[in-house]
């Protein structure tokens, strides 16, 4: 596949090209499992979210408006994600 911005890989994402999807979830795994490290200390919970952030990534691409970086937005979605399972660890009752 020829050097293509994360954009145009979303953009044909979005249109049915399935490696593209693969390419776009391949370019911020990492990322993301990086975020979900530091924010929730586990490496086998980061594992959890950072599965559960990208399915809603791809699931989601197709409401990609382009008024940021795409990474800036799978940053948001991940984010946002790891706020609400750090807050729910922290709800849970105590045995």
Do not use: C
Not at 36 to 46: K, V
């Amino acid at each position: 596949m020829p050097d293509r911005s994360l954009e145009e890989l979303a953009a044909a994402a979005v249109a049915g090209d399935a490696s593209a999807l693969e390419a776009v979830l391949a370019s911020v795994r990492d990322d993301v499992y990086g975020l979900a490290l530091r924010m929730l200390w586990h490496t086998e919970d980061a594992a959890d979210a950072t599965q559960d952030i990208l399915i809603k990534v791809m699931t989601r691409l197709g409401t990609y408006r382009g008024e940021a970086a795409l990474r800036t937005w799978v940053f948001g979605i991940a984010a946002n994600h790891l706020r609400t399972v750090r807050r729910s660890r922290f709800e849970r009752p105590r045995p």
